[in-house]
């Protein structure tokens, strides 16, 4: 299960890297910032030691998508970052404008023996703030009331 669902956003992001995000589509994508294949800057992992959110919207660059994972450049706070992110590090995986999600409860192994269903329906989806960020702008979210109690 694991498996085609991260097969899945290979997909939709190797289309991004391509052909770039259409109409008003976004992702925010958690990951787990201590996965041993996690690259990120050590003032990021400082910072978010565990979880970190990102949105892929107005400004990203260099996403390149393989088999295990992706890498993509985003802007924080005018400084650009380079990120890599394996597939199985992504804790959670979202697209606002279609009310779209998935989870990933179990981070060990991709046993096709896994039984529960690791779609998260989406509740409610959060209005854009009147002062959405501008374009260079990158911005970390929390997706706790996405989540399931």
Sequence with gaps: MHRAMRGLIQEVLTRISTEGLPGKHHFFITFD???PDVEIADWLSDRYPGEMTIVIQH???NLTVTD????????????????YIPFDAIRT????SVEFGLRFENQEGDDEEEEEDEEA?????AEP???APKKGDAQVVSLDS???S
């Design 59 to 61: 400004w990203f660059d």
């Design 93 to 96: 995986f979202v697209d606002p």
């Design 68 to 83: 295990e994972g992706f890498s993509i450049t985003l802007n924080f706070g005018d400084s650009p970052e380079p990120l």
């Design 121 to 125: 329906p989406m509740q409610e989806m």
């Design 129 to 131: 703030e009147e002062d």
């Design 146 to 148: 996405f989540r399931k």
């Design 33 to 35: 910032t201590m996965h």
